[in-house]
């Protein structure tokens, strides 16, 4: 029975984390002061990125719109809010996310082989332009993609072999600065014409050493042709013996391991931040950020910043319109996993053989969602135990019916909106102290001269 109970549906309340307070506190005078502070080390604010973060403080809110459920057993009925669904800054949608892609990816995806997670990172001084240069982004994958292809043709021994590959860009470092990198699912080893899986377990530290020099070779020649860098400066770096290019490819999951490939896939598509990494102190403006990592059960302090830049940072963190977040390359492609459904025919059995859901059916299923990702049930009766159905969705343009049942309920009508000044700022007025300003050099991605990196 104690199993059942802790199963149930709980509203998450997301204006009570310091995250939200963070944000709702802070956004008017960060709209205020952005092109000040931050549009030469960040460049202009989006659109997107602006409403990204207005929406975020509606999401979970239920004066902001909800689903109403009701028993069938006795009658109860309860309230389930709304989601924002945008990318880059909301934990909570950025996770139902995460969970959307994990299942995709076992079940219409991968092949039964073993898979490697490898991470490709660039220097820190080339990593600027990849931030809103959509195309140099895919450039970005796909010299990823080819030298992973070069690098296990050679090992193998064939030419005509292809990897199974799942890249997603990421922004974010543990500490939520900017750091673009790749993180990708790879098969650990090659498919020839044939479908034949060719596997290649390789020694991580000779032979990943390769495939480090042919990713930076086809990086900076993709820099060199989009008028990025100079050859000169190329040559230069392709001669360092520490260039800041890495791959990464320790981890490994087994054959049938799918326990551990669920978390890996999981882990590729995470938020930035989650809202018990942060903690804002309201009267010193500051934002301090735990590891995503515990370190004998805790996540020790990986940074601290004033609260406008610490928006600055998860601005930073939403993607331009249109770029795609998951990409999928190789033998994992959309054309290659068409052509081998085509040729199975529809007499094969199998979870490949059948027509996936669209992704709108997928994401409509929002309680199989948060089923899987709280591990709760938002249709299973708190009172009784039996299940519920949804009777009406409730939206903002009925928003005097949202006011009269949250009153009836003794819930908050109000929608969080951003407001000011906040209370550190108001002390700084009043004392005549300067704003606090943290500019830390670490974490901006315009390294000193950076014009004379460009070609002449």
């Known amino acids: 029975m104690g199993q059942e109970t802790t199963s149930i549906y709980r509203p998450r309340r997301p204006e009570r984390s310091d995250l939200h307070l963070a944000v709702r506190e ?12 931050f549009f030469d080390q960040h460049g202009p604010l989006t659109d997107r990125a602006r409403r990204t973060l207005e929406e975020y403080l509606r999401c979970g809110i239920l004066a902001a719109g909800f689903a ?4 069938g057993d006795c009658g109860h009925e309860q309230l389930v809010a709304f989601s924002c669904q945008l990318r880059g800054v ?54 990823a993609v080819k030298a992973t292809h070069a690098f296990y043709r050679a090992g193998l021994g064939h030419d005509d072999l292809r990897v199974g590959m799942v890249v997603v860009p990421q922004r974010f470092g543990d500490r939520v600065n900017p750091h673009i990198h790749l993180h990708a699912l790879a098969t650990d080893g090659a498919f020839d014409a044939e479908g034949v899986f060719h596997s290649m377990p390789f020694d991580m530290q000779g032979d990943i050493e390769v495939l480090e ?22 040559d230069e ?33 995470r938020p930035a931040v989650s809202a018990e990494r942060v ?75 059948e027509k996936p859901p669209p992704a709108s059916e997928r994401r409509r299923r929002w309680a199989e969602l948060i089923r899987l990702v709280f591990e709760v049930d938002p249709l299973r009766c708190d009172k009784c135990g039996g299940g519920m159905k949804v009777v009406s969705f409730i939206s903002t343009t009925q928003s005097e019916v949202i006011r009269r049942i949250l009153e009836h309920l003794g819930v908050s009508t109000v929608i969080p909106r951003a407001h000011g000044p906040p209370e550190w700022a108001v002390e700084c007025e009043r004392t005549d102290r300067t704003v606090p300003s943290r500019e830390d050099e670490e974490y901006s991605q315009a390294p000193p001269g950076w014009d004379e990196w460009e070609p002449a």
């Open 26 to 37: 802070n956004l008017e005078l960060f709209l205020e002061t952005y092109d000040k502070r």
């Open 68 to 71: 109403r459920v009701r028993c």
């Open 90 to 143: 909301c934990p909570s949608c950025q996770q139902k996310r995460a969970e959307i892609l994990c299942r995709f990816v076992i079940d219409e995806v991968i092949e039964p082989v073993g898979h490697r997670q490898l991470v490709f990172v660039l220097p820190k001084h080339l990593r600027r332009p990849f931030y809103k240069d959509r195309k140099l982004l895919t450039g970005l994958c796909r010299s």
């Open 213 to 234: 020099r042919l990713f930076a070779r086809r990086v900076l020649d993709l820099m060199v042709r989009r008028k990025r860098l100079s050859i000169r400066l190329r």
């Open 237 to 269: 770096m392709l001669d360092w013996e520490h260039s800041g290019f890495s791959v990464d490819g320790s981890v490994r999951v087994a054959v049938g391991d799918y326990g551990r490939l669920k978390r890996l896939v999981r882990y590729l598509a």
């Open 279 to 353: 903690a804002y102190d309201k009267a010193g403006g500051t934002v301090t950020v735990r590891s995503s990592k515990k370190v004998q059960g805790v996540r020790p302090v990986v940074a601290e910043y004033d609260a406008l830049t610490f928006l600055s940072l998860l601005a930073l963190q939403v993607p331009p319109p249109g770029v795609h977040m998951v990409r999928y390359y190789g033998h994992y492609s959309v054309r290659s996993r068409a052509e081998r459904r085509r040729q199975a025919g529809e007499g094969t059995s199998g979870i490949r053989s």
